[in-house]
């Protein structure tokens, strides 16, 4: 079973930041920065948990995918670039042998199916959660 650990770091520009980390068996799955909403909102990366090799680079804002993501196989290397707004998917690119390809909008159907069915978010540790924040609401999509 997974678990998921909350600690606070530091953010002088935005405030109150978190890092929420997920593990199995003592092994790093998932990290990411959470903001004090409990919304994944930063940088976030995952990882492979028999090779602990990087599996997904990318960011989130306001809990939804955003920018640029960087998917990688299981030999690290890298196999698709996937561009979102605001969790809507915008550019593809499969990777093969180091060969960038742009997918087609067109062509997209398969891809996403795979996308966000759900706001990112975190439970903030209660002696660290805001005063007056929702703790289920979705935050409006942009």
Known sequence: M??????????????????????????RLSEGEVGPDGLYDGKYSAWYLLTGRVRQIGQFRSGYWHGVWQEFDRNGKRAMIREWDSGKLIRLVRVTDGVETEVP????????????????????????????????EAPPRR
């Open 2 to 27: 997974s678990s998921t650990t909350v600690r606070p770091i530091e953010d002088g520009a935005t405030g109150r930041k978190y890092m929420a980390t997920v593990s199995l068996v003592r092994r």
């Open 105 to 136: 909008e067109g062509k997209w159907k398969w891809y996403e199916s795979q996308t966000q069915l759900s706001v990112a978010r975190v439970n903030i540790p209660k002696q660290d959660a805001q005063p007056n924040t929702p703790a289920n």
